[in-house]
Every structure is written in structure tokens, then in C-alpha cells.
């Protein structure tokens, strides 16, 4: 299984940003997808998961109304939409694979698949 993260970068406060995350090795469109991020010196945080279906999704408090999780099942891949980023919002951002079947949650361990994480820099 792998999830190859990509899409990160440097940008200003304000901008947009999205995060991919292609996942192949695994029958995509049976897992729940998450977004994590973790910040120098700080835990590894939930940003947002979606079923998968695609018809639920579940977010952090930190990012809810300016983030947005996608999913393209027929490419296999999950998307993150970031709007608004603060500084605050830098991170490294992992994609993670759970088989729970629609129980979106906020738990590293409730996940059995992790991406390598691709790095989103904020300035302000």
C-alpha cells in the first residue's frame, strides 16, 4: 500500500492551497480517508477525514470552514482544499487510510495506512 501526499508548498497568509494525496496497493473506495498534520515541536493533530463514499465528511475545529476534503474514487485519490491559511496552518500534512467503513474518526489509530506527509509553509 502506499499514499503518496503532494501539493505542498510556501505560500503567503490568505492564499489557497490544494493538497493530493494518490493512494494505489489497496481497494481505494473502501476506506475512509484522513488529513493530519503535525508542526515542529507539536502533536500530530486531525484536520479532516471523508467516508468512503465521499458523502460525509468530518473536520477538525482548527480548519473547519476553510478546508475541504474531496475524494475522486476512480482515480484514487483524496484532495484537501485549503482557503484562508493562517500561519498557524503550517505543517507537515499526512494522508491516512482507515477501513471503517463511514466511522469517520479523529484517532490516529483508528487509521491502518499513512503517507510520507508533504510540507505546507505559511508566511505571514
Known amino acids: 500500500v502506499q499514499l503518496q501526499a503532494s501539493g505542498g508548498g510556501l505560500v503567503q497568509a490568505g492564499d489557497s492551497l490544494r493538497l493530493s494525496c494518490a493512494a494505489s496497493?489497496?481497494?481505494?473506495?473502501?476506506?475512509?480517508m484522513g488529513w493530519f498534520r503535525q508542526a515542529p515541536g507539536k502533536e500530530r493533530e486531525f484536520v479532516g477525514a471523508?467516508?468512503?463514499?465521499?458523502?460525509?465528511?468530518y473536520y477538525g475545529d482548527s480548519v473547519k470552514g476553510r478546508f475541504t476534503i474531496s475524494r475522486d474514487n476512480i482515480r484514487n485519490t483524496v484532495y484537501l482544499q485549503m482557503n484562508s491559511l493562517k500561519p498557524g496552518d503550517t505543517a507537515v500534512y499526512y494522508c491516512?487510510?482507515?477501513?471503517?467503513?463511514?466511522?469517520?474518526?479523529?484517532?490516529?489509530?483508528?487509521?491502518?495506512?499513512w503517507g510520507q506527509g508533504t510540507q505546507v509553509t505559511v508566511s505571514s
Open positions: 491516512a487510510a482507515g477501513a471503517r467503513y463511514g466511522r469517520l474518526s479523529r484517532y490516529e489509530y483508528d487509521y491502518d495506512y
Open positions: 471523508i467516508s468512503w463514499t465521499g458523502s460525509s465528511t
Open positions: 496497493g489497496l481497494t481505494f473506495s473502501s476506506y475512509d
